[in-house]
Nanobody, 124 residues
Framework: VQLQASGGGLVQAGGSLRLSCAASGLTFSTYGMGWFRQAPGKEREFVARIMSSGQRTYYADSVKDRFTIARDNIKSTVTLQMNNLKPEDTAVYYC??????????????????WGQGTLVTVSS
């Protein structure tokens, strides 16, 4: 399984970025997916997740109403649209999939596949 995240970069506070994660090596449409992040000096934390069908999503309180997770089961991609970014959103962002499609929802402490991460830096 490979998860290739992209789209990170440097943006000013209030700006937007769109992260993308391309998945391969799994039957993508059967897996719930998630985005997590790790800020400098902090532990990795949950950001957002989406069910296999795409019909249900869930967000951390810190990003609710600013971030939107979506997926394309034809292209095997999951995206994270990030609006109104804040300096505290600065982190390496990781996409993840559970190692079994039966593990739902995906959680930080679960047995997951991880992408390589993409750095998001928000300047004030």
């Amino acid at each position: 399984v490979q998860l290739q995240a992209s789209g990170g970069g440097l943006v000013q506070a209030g700006g937007s970025l769109r992260l993308s994660c391309a998945a391969s090596g799994l039957t993508f449409s059967t897996y719930g997916m998630g985005w997590f992040r790790q800020a400098p000096g902090k532990e990795r934390e949950f950001v957002a997740r989406i069910m296999s069908s795409g019909q249900r999503t869930y967000y951390a309180d810190s990003v609710k109403d600013r971030f939107t997770i979506a997926r394309d089961n034809i292209k095997s991609t999951v995206t994270l649209q990030m609006n109104n970014l804040k300096p505290e959103d600065t982190a390496v962002y990781y996409c993840a999939a559970p190692k079994s499609p039966w593990i739902s929802p995906i959680t930080l402490g679960g047995d997951n596949y991880w992408g390589q991460g993409t750095l998001v830096t928000v300047s004030s």
